[in-house]
């Protein structure tokens, strides 16, 4: 894996990355970006490191930047948008397993604000022509409500909370419809005596690249769309979560015809910002996705006002604590039992002649691991297209998916295919039923993802590693939205490097199963999840490899948790061991954290923190 190319030092010490330079020098973010469709991104993102701050909102006020020129045009027109400010909140969330802040929202009408599809997901999930408003297992309804004030706070002017409950959401985007823009309006209930603040009016402004417009929002600390924490400290300065107003400008780069690009500064919690023009105060947009160093986007005033047109109440229930019928997966297909011969599996010498192998771990409790006879042979190791899975024959989910990665060979964007049986093993070992399905209950958490075996000589080929691993033995229960954050950004991190350096990359992944985890339909829930990357480094040419575990025990309440709640963790590999019941062999001592004690162990606040030598 490769460092950041090389740039001015100047530029290094200020933070600034080769994209921004390039960016700059073009005068138009748009115009590098402008090829393909714009992506449903469910992220946000700091596209220029210089020229656009994001400035704190205090009492309804913009503090003025240290740019003349920017605080010249801020004076200029700051009559026209401070006066909406104070309709613009924070979107809190009670009773979610992982997140409080989940984006921003703002008023458009009497009592309605409009937020991001993506952000009313967090709370509500859509059950045929009704809402149901979200459970984790075990808890209470997801709520949620809408703070109008937090803004920054000192000791001397402390913020003062003005947080208004949502009771409805009238109007839901399908999030599966690329077509659809990312937008919902929700219904709020004030309460008696409370007077809310006016609703934000739309601009008919054209919006022409270079026009100045700001997001006025709350971004939340995000390692994923900052490029890197250097940017990040001068442009907020350690502080998050509170309204702030970022300017910026319209770019050109969006091809969808409901959606706009912009380059105002904006990161994780920015869902759902109100885009004003700068010239008329009024809104021009709604902030909704972004990708690093390239562009922002946002829905077109048009096609806000047009959901606003189509809303209909839309009844919002709680989902049932016990669960029904409704919901659960289907029950997979079961293929023709041929060609399963010809699966090479995962290959321990994969990574090189002259290089060491990294062979599958062993199990401490091998009575438990399931043996299949296939075609006269005994098998401990199910081989699939460039992955094997080793099963726990008490749990019915497997100790180990191993991968081997081919970037030079890598095919992106296959179809995604049917889960399936193993025609290799009894369907009674093959976990399936009423454990999975929609929230409340768990999703078919892939262990081997489905990209990284999807590489071959054809395309054939790597299809059939994509296919392969839809069976059900790569798949154990996971919350809905587990497979977020650093833990994916570790997945995507290792793919595509070994994509950009034509490197071949070996990754196993597991559930660590202890015998006092949780029980949902009969089912024993995994709390926790361990991976092992190994590569040769490009640098030194030896042998790296990296342990990791990510906690899902915040989704269970009332359960201690040794490692935080949903946080990924760079653990020596030892401790894998330990927890998991597993033996590394010869890759234990080639551990990058062989040295360090489990107690000096912290969290991974990005892929940046990886130690990889």
């Keep these: ?91 809190e969330l009670s009773g979610h397993p992982r997140l409080h802040h989940a984006g921003t929202a703002w008023i458009v009408d009497e009592d309605l604000v409009v937020t991001n599809a993506h952000v009313a997901a967090e709370f509500v999930s859509r059950a045929a022509n009704a809402l149901a408003f979200r459970r984790t297992v075990g808890t209470g309804v997801v709520t949620c409500r809408v703070d109008l004030s937090e803004d920054f706070e000192t000791v001397e002017t402390p913020a003062e909370a003005f ?117 008329t105060g009024g809104a021009v947009g709604v902030h909704f996705a972004g990708a690093l160093e390239r562009l922002n986007y946002a829905v077109r005033a048009p096609h806000v006002k047009e959901a606003l047109a189509a809303i209909t109440p839309m009844v919002a229930v709680p989902e049932p604590s016990v669960p029904s019928d409704l919901g659960v997966e289907p029950m997979p297909v079961l293929p023709v039992a041929t060609g399963y011969g010809l699966r090479d599996g995962y290959r321990a010498d994969f990574l090189g002649p002259g290089q060491p192998d990294a062979p599958l771990p062993t199990i401490v409790d091998e009575d438990d691991v399931l043996a299949v006879t ?13 992955f094997s899975v080793v099963m726990s024959r008490r749990r019915r989910v497997c100790y180990v998916s191993a991968v081997n990665i081919d970037g030079a060979l890598s095919v992106p964007h296959l179809k995604r295919r049917d889960w399936r049986f193993d025609p290799r093993v009894s369907q009674a070992m093959q976990l399936a039923g009423r454990v999975y399905g929609n929230s409340p209950r768990f999703s078919r958490g892939h262990m081997t993802r489905r990209e990284d075996p999807a590489w071959g000589q054809t395309r054939a080929e790597a299809d059939e590693g994509n296919t392969d691993s839809m069976h059900l033995v790569n798949a154990v229960p996971q919350m809905q939205p587990f497979n977020a954050g650093i833990w994916l950004g570790l997945e995507d991190y290792a793919l595509q490097s070994a994509r950009e350096d034509d490197q071949r990359i070996s990754v196993m992944t597991g559930p660590i199963l202890r015998d006092d985890d949780p029980v949902f339909e009969n089912v024993a829930i995994p709390l926790e999840f361990w991976k092992v990357i190994a590569f040769v480094h490009d640098e030194t040419g030896a042998l790296s490899v990296s342990g990791y575990i990510l906690s899902q025990r915040g989704f269970l309440p009332r359960r201690e948790a040794v490692f935080g709640a949903y946080e990924t963790y760079q653990v020596p590999i030892a401790t894998i061991e330990r927890r998991a019941g597993l033996r590394f062999g010869s890759l234990t001592a080639r551990d990058v954290l062989a040295s360090v004690p489990e107690s000096a162990v912290t969290p991974l606040s990005s892929p940046d923190d990886i130690r990889w030598r």
């Excluded at 090389?6 to 020098?25: D, E, F, K, M, T």
């Excluded at 115009?31 to 220029?48: D, H, I, K, M």
């Excluded at 509170?242 to 920015?270: C, I, M, N, Q, Y």
């Design 163 to 279: 947080e208004v409950g949502v009771d409805q959401v009238l109007y839901l985007a399908d999030l599966t419809d690329s077509r659809a823009p990312d937008l919902a309006v929700l219904r709020l209930s004030p309460g008696a005596g409370i007077v809310l603040p006016p609703p934000i009016p739309f601009s008919e402004a054209s919006l022409d690249s270079g026009r100045d417009i700001a997001v006025i929002g709350y971004p939340a600390e995000d390692p994923f769309g900052v490029q890197n924490p250097d940017v990040a400290q001068r442009l907020f300065g350690g502080v998050y979560g509170v309204k702030r107003f970022s300017p910026g400008k319209v770019a050109r780069g969006a091809t969808e015809p409901w959606a706009f690009a912009h380059d105002a500064t904006t990161l994780g919690g920015s869902s759902g910002s109100v885009v004003i023009d700068m010239e």
């Design 374 to 386: 296939w075609q006269g042979e005994t098998l401990r190791a199910l081989p699939y297209r460039h």
């Design 1 to 91: 894996m490769t460092e950041p190319g090389h740039v001015p030092a100047r530029a290094l010490r200020a933070g600034v990355g080769a994209r921004s330079i390039r960016a700059l020098v073009d005068g138009l973010t748009g115009r590098r970006a402008g090829a393909g469709t714009t992506p449903r991104f469910q992220t946000e993102a700091v596209v220029l490191a210089h020229g656009r701050p994001s400035l704190l909102v205090r009492d309804n006020r913009v503090d003025l930047p240290p740019s003349a020129e920017l605080r010249r045009r801020i004076e200029a027109t700051r009559g026209t948008y401070e006066r909406w400010f104070a309709s613009v909140g924070r979107v």
